[in-house]
């Protein structure tokens, strides 16, 4: 146990005495991806949102009674500003010109008489409804805007002339059974999961083929072979080193990660419920360890086959490939569904699996067991491997 907490010591103390690494591994990537989610975030709530003052220019042709007597308050009420301006036909392609070059948001042509053909038709089949063309330009967000709001106020005109039954008429009652925990926990469940792998991932990649493939390169652990310590020792005590500063690396980007997804996904405004129990978070740790010594354990072994640091991070390339096609995969999957207990005995996959439960608000005792337990035999099976490579004078002392 001596020796083992030595390797560890040593471990930290490469890494915490490293002001570089400390920077790129631990501070930089939660602040880089905090200040870009939040960016593109915020981009992106520009890109489909209108100016609150702006007042959209909409011209008409052959505008009937009803478009003034209904449509128009109906907008209006809405706090839809727009500025309404009849034409002749004639003018008609001189307003394309403009909706084209974006100075006009929108042009509405309703056949002539209208009004008179909608009342003539009744309840009557096989005429030929009156038509509306609206014209619009969808790369302008507020001409896009306009022909969205009065598709819809047109859609809810023309029901009204021809309803015979009404869904879910009150606004009063409540629908949609769902709770807004169950509306976040569906959202966390399906994104976090795959991100906070890849952050484990990204972490373990940064510290294990520096420790191994980079003390092989360097010729440093041929040193710590000839001393007494054995060999299964070095093993635990390099995996259980790395996956602490996996942790850390992986806790860092999950910060700036669980910071900025209010302005990722636009629910600034405190419409986000979150009431994870204590076991949840206990439930959460439990599973983020036992995946980073699976993850430490199968990037260590490939690292020990490597001559170099850099023959390291290309040989563990197809591995992440892997790990990204399995998160995917987990993401898209049912996350409330227990599924098959068999599941849960795959690396990584059950990992996802349980860590969607969890952010889904369950706590599935037995699958998170099934989990934990694996993942934990997975680990020494590793360990036990990386013990034989260090015995292989082949494997480590090959140039």
Partial sequence: MKNILTIIKKEFARFFKDRRLILTTLILPGLLIYLVYSIMGSGLLEQVQTDKNYV????????PD???????????AAGFKTKYTNIQTTEKDQILKDIEAQEVDLLIEFEEGFDE?????GNQTGQTAPYIYMYYNSVKNESQMAYAMFEEAFTQYESTMTNRFDI????????????NEDITGTIFGMLLPFLILMFLFSGCMSVAPESIAGEKERGTIATLLVTPIKRSELAIGKITSLSVIAVLCAISSFIGTIASLPKMIGMEGGQMTISYQFGHYIALLLIIISTV???IGLISIISAFAKSVKEATTL????MILVMVVGIIAMFS?????????MYLIPIYNSLKVMGNVFSFHLPLVPIL????SNIVFSVIFVYLLTKMFNSERVMFSR
């Fill in 316 to 319: 563990v390339t197809p591995l």
């Fill in 66 to 76: 009803s478009f003034e007597n209904y449509i128009q308050p109906a907008l209006d």
């Fill in 370 to 373: 099934l989990t934990i337990l």
């Fill in 168 to 179: 879910n008429p009150s606004s009063d009652i409540q629908f949609d059974l769902a709770s």
């Fill in 117 to 121: 053909k909608v009342a003539a038709m």
């Fill in 293 to 295: 010594l699976v993850m």
């Fill in 334 to 342: 049912e996350a409330t569904q227990v599924g098959s207990f068999w």
């Fill in 56 to 63: 959209t220019q909409v011209y008409t042709i052959n505008a």
